[in-house]
């Protein structure tokens, strides 16, 4: 998944499977899709774990 293009295009709602802690837009120490602040422009998408 690449957390940069998700939040550029403004996807609302992201939908993940797996979890790895080392890397990821979720799941890593660098939470791109969570973080606010990261881009203030772009809104932070809901992010469901499952299907």
Known sequence: MCAYAIRH???R????????PTV???SSKF????DPTF???R???EIHLGF
């Open 9 to 11: 295009y403004r996807i």
């Open 13 to 20: 709602r992201v939908v993940y499977e797996l979890a790895v």
């Open 24 to 26: 990821g837009g979720v």
């Open 31 to 34: 939470p791109v899709l969570t």
């Open 39 to 41: 881009w203030e422009a």
């Open 43 to 45: 809104p932070v998408p």
